[in-house]
């Protein structure tokens, strides 16, 4: 089935420790999107990349960093500079048409002790 | 810039209820407008859309009419069940490849038997 798959579902990590949360797509789509979900403030776009090899800051960038080496995969990496980093995570990724829809992943919740 | 604003939630209602969420939008230009639901535990799900003025998305007994005079897409759904019970996210995005979606903060349903 075509989709997002984002893994891992669920992260325990300790604070100053990286993590990296996977998302991967078999949808053929160019566009590909990370949101953060925290309660009561919707979702905040961090970063997102239009193509593969290039990608731009959304509007919480600090504190994470992307890579789009291949069209199916933008992992994103939670560093440790990110000064409150316990979130649900989402990756989304669109396609081309004009009045294209994002497509969603199931999420990855992060908690930092 | 682009905003979404919804109504202040949460919202209970009793099961077979008329239900109304508002949303309103600052956008230039002609954005389509989006309906996005959220289960819980999971990613968001399309619910509907509208691309231009005076369309009306449809979608699992939910409706919302784009009202370019009042920037308006307000979801309404004759008759609620409990598996209703979602938050729901409403979004805009201005047409095109690399344009990008505004979501709103969210409202939480619940839908009591």
């Known amino acids: 089935d075509g989709g997002i798959t984002q893994s891992p579902k669920y992260l325990f990590r300790k604070e100053g420790q990286n993590v990296t949360l996977s998302c991967e797509q078999n949808?053929?789509?160019?566009?590909m999107y990370w949101y953060r979900q925290d309660p009561g403030q919707g979702l905040r776009l961090i970063y997102y990349?239009?193509?593969?090899?290039?990608?731009q800051k959304g509007d919480i960038a600090e504190g994470y960093s992307v890579s789009r080496e291949k069209k199916e995969s933008f992992p994103l990496t939670v560093t440790s500079a990110q000064k409150n980093p316990t979130a649900f995570y989402l990756c989304?990724?669109?396609?081309?048409?004009?009045?294209?829809?994002?497509?969603f992943g199931e999420g990855s919740r992060l908690t930092v002790l | 810039g682009n905003s979404v604003t919804q109504m202040e939630g949460p919202v209970t209602l009793s099961e077979e209820a008329f239900l109304t969420i508002n949303c309103t939008y600052t956008?230039?230009?002609?954005?389509?407008l989006f309906w996005y639901v959220q289960y819980p535990g999971e990613g968001l799900q399309l619910l509907l859309k509208?691309?231009?003025?005076?369309d009306k998305g449809s979608n699992k007994g939910f409706e919302a009419t784009y009202r370019k005079e009042t920037t308006s897409f307000h979801l309404e759904k004759g008759s609620v069940q409990v598996s209703d019970s979602a938050v729901y996210f409403c979004?805009?995005?201005?047409?095109?490849?690399?344009?990008?979606?505004?979501f709103g903060k969210g409202i939480t349903l619940s839908v009591r038997p």
């Open positions: 509208a691309t231009k003025a005076d």
């Open positions: 949808l053929n789509h160019d566009a």
């Open positions: 956008a230039t230009g002609y954005p389509s």
């Open positions: 990349s239009q193509i593969v090899n290039d990608f």
């Open positions: 989304a990724s669109r396609g081309t048409g004009v009045t294209g829809e994002l497509f």
């Open positions: 979004a805009l995005g201005a047409n095109g490849a690399n344009s990008k979606l505004t």
